[in-house]
T-cell receptor
């Protein structure tokens, strides 16, 4: 199994530009999570999907952030327009849907730098 | 409120010595507890979990964790540390209000010196 795949691994952009991060979950997993990690705030859950449906987006910082999951094997996190404070490592994770105790598997992350 | 606490920002251990990374939790009801490790420039990797049963849980890379209900703790342990164990370790608990979600601690950086 290839694990959770994220692209790009690194992204450098200028303030005001649109940024799109991509994630392919592990095949057979039907829960997908987007996290953000910074030194100041640690690991934050932004949004998660069950069976491609957004369940909880309360962690999304503001309207500049949006996420979609058009099918079971692909999700995007978009920031438009981007700001320097969005600089962070963004992780995607997936798990089997159970509502109980299945562990989440994390991708390698996308390191975003907004200048 | 549900939470996990990792009281130490950093733990320093000499190679070959036993290591302990501490975690305490606050959850009403039965907790589901997890440990993850993050190596530099990598995503979090699952190490082990406690769901029910034996209080001593064995996981990957020789790590184990002991669930202690009376002390509400779930400390991560290893009998003999390796330099390659140096990483950031996260404790997490299943959110009982939304059981698909994990509540993560702030992380503990483990440094193993040769």
């Amino acid at each position: 199994d290839a694990g959770v795949i994220q692209s790009p691994r690194h992204e450098v952009t200028e303030m005001g530009q649109e940024v799109t991060l991509r994630c392919k979950p592990i095949s057979g997993h039907n829960s997908l999570f987007w996290y953000r990690q910074t030194m100041m705030r640690g690991l934050e859950l932004l949004i998660y999907f069950n069976n491609n449906v957004p369940i909880d987006d309360s962690g999304m910082p503001e309207d500049r952030f949006s996420a979609k999951m058009p099918n079971a094997s692909f999700s995007t996190l978009k920031i438009q327009p981007s700001e320097p404070r969005d600089s962070a490592v963004y992780f995607c994770a997936s798990s089997r849907l159970s509502g109980s105790y299945n562990e989440q598997f994390f991708g390698p992350g996308t390191r975003l730098t907004v200048l | 409120a549900q939470s996990v606490a990792q009281p130490e920002d950093q733990v320093n251990v000499a190679e070959g010595n036993p290591l302990t990374v501490k975690c305490t939790y606050s959850v009403s009801g039965n907790p589901y507890l997890f440990w993850y490790v993050q190596y530099p420039n990598r995503g979090l990797q699952f190490l082990l979990k406690y769901i029910t049963g034996d209080n001593l849980v064995k996981g990957s890379y020789g790590f184990e964790a002991e669930f202690n209900k009376s002390q509400t703790s779930f400390h991560l342990k290893k009998p003999s540390a390796l330099v390659s164990d140096s990483a950031l370790y996260f404790c997490a608990v299943r959110d009982i209000r939304d059981t698909d979600k994990l509540i993560f601690g702030t992380g503990t950086r483990l440094q193993v010196f040769p």
